[in-house]
């Protein structure tokens, strides 16, 4: 029989599918046709049964999908490190909100590219973005080859962004219309957060949602005193709110979800609202830590996210990987409570759903080809029993020698192919000064 023809066969040691059954493939292979994956499997079934134009052998090297990151704000790289060992408010408000209100596209646009770089080369194919000017975070995103959905954040009006409500609207809007017909890119509505809106804004930007079948994201119960100043304002937890203005739905994506009390899971899984477990960031904003096995076991859908570079400092999903799986187990003083496969899940399969992605977050015939290789042949990752444990406890964003999304080879063994870093990394040098300049005129 003739072998049939594909663009690209990808080699590797080991294929951590992320299939139905988790199966893992040993001397592997992919097959990749235009976008999609055509076959996956042992390598000399591959190579028996394909001809490719291009063939790219990882040697010593795990494959598996590409890695989904359900929150992130990825123009915040430009504030990585400017204030760090603070608690979320003050962080806020007397760092974050002083510093972005002088925000330009210009350097929106430079924070993303050096995000998307930055994602692309430790593994990352998509994420999950809430930011301003979303427009040229969707050209960063564009330009290097990733997924995406973007949402255009707003606060309280007038807020230094908009003016009135209908201004926001009216550019979600025109997000929505400029992405509408991108196949890798897709757009959300965004409120900040309860304490930095008002419920009748919130309600207002569901119907918006609604209207234009977009998911609705929101940080939510994101610290006790996030709690304690809601209660104050409104007289209400945030997850009470959001419930009491029926927008727990199934397009409401719930970032953090740490001080919820166990009827407010049950709330949130009742409506089929899903949540973004942010560990590294939690810990560091001293956020406390989610109870994420009870979301879990009560069946709600838990991608897994890195949240913005200045509160993690990286966009290392694997570093946040560990954290997840090392995090629920030290708390919870059970070893049992988070396996390796449960938080490959979040970053995989949990993370397209979470992002409305169907088509993506694992290895098999008639997915989207998002595939990154991890180089086995390292010190830290010898030897192997289980691929799967390096994977989740020894390796890191560093390791990965391979990104491929949509079938474009994006990067490998440190080259990027669609951007160029050297330029972005020296104009990322030139923001440290604006940033300082913005905190001095406090
Ligand atoms: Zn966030």
């Known amino acids: 029989m003739q072998p049939n023809k594909c663009d690209l066969i990808i080699k590797g040691s080991y294929i951590l599918t992320q299939n139905e059954e988790r199966e893992l493939i040993k001397d592997g292979a992919i097959a990749v046709s235009g976008k999609i994956i055509s076959a996956v499997g042992k390598l000399s079934d591959i190579e028996q049964n394909w001809i ?94 990733m997924k995406a959905v973007l949402g255009e954040g707003f606060f309280k009006f007038p807020s230094p962004f908009f003016k009135t409500a209908q201004d926001a609207w009216d550019t979600i809007e025109a997000l929505h219309d400029q992405f509408a017909e991108h196949e890798r890119i897709k757009t959300s509505v965004t409120p900040h957060a309860v304490f930095t809106t008002d419920p009748d804004q919130l309600a207002e930007s569901m119907e918006l949602a609604e209207r234009l079948d977009l998911l609705w994201q929101i940080h939510a119960a994101e610290s006790v005193p996030e709690t304690k100043l809601t209660l104050e304002t409104f007289g209400k937890r945030p997850i009470e709110i959001l419930k009491d203005y029926g927008l727990l739905r199934e397009r409401t994506r719930l970032h953090h979800c740490v001080d919820v009390t166990d009827e407010e899971i049950g709330w ?18 001293g956020s406390g830590i989610c109870p994420l096995t009870k979301f879990i076991a009560a069946g ?16 290392d999903m694997f570093d946040e990987m560990r954290t997840a799986a090392m995090l629920q187990k030290g708390f919870l003083r059970d070893p049992e409570a988070m ?11 949990c993370g397209a759903d979470f992002l409305g992605f169907k088509d993506t977050g694992a290895i098999k015939s008639g997915m989207k080809a998002d595939i990154v290789a991890i180089n086995m042949d390292k ?9 799967l444990s390096h994977v989740i ?28 870093v050297e330029i972005i990394s020296r104009e990322a040098e030139k923001a440290v000064e604006w940033a300082l300049k913005r905190l001095e005129s406090r």
């Open 268 to 285: 949130i899984k009742g409506s089929g609202t899903m949540i973004a477990h942010n560990p590294q960031s939690n810990l560091k904003l």
């Open 300 to 315: 709600v859908n838990a991608g897994l996210g890195t949240d913005g570079a200045a509160s993690n400092n990286n966009l």
């Open 393 to 420: 406890y020894s390796a890191g964003g560093q390791d990965v020698c391979l990104t491929v999304c949509d079938g474009e080879v994006l990067y490998r063994d440190g080259e990027f192919f669609s951007v160029d």
């Open 379 to 387: 010190m830290h990752l010898k030897p192997v029993y289980n691929p």
């Open 52 to 145: 490719a134009d291009k063939t790219v052998d990882c040697g010593k090297s795990v494959l598996m999908p590409g890695l989904i990151n359900s929150h992130t704000h990825v123009p915040m790289t430009l504030m990585r490190g400017v204030a760090d060992d603070l608690p979320l408010l003050e962080w806020l408000h007397n760092y974050m909100f002083p510093i972005e209100s002088g925000l330009t596209k210009d350097l929106v646009e430079l924070g993303a590219r050096l995000g998307c770089a930055e994602m692309v080369a430790s593994g990352t194919t998509a994420i999950f973005d809430g930011y301003m000017y979303e427009d040229v975070v969707g050209k960063a995103v564009d330009e290097t080859g």
């Open 339 to 349: 396996p390796a496969q449960t938080v490959l899940d979040m970053a995989t399969l």
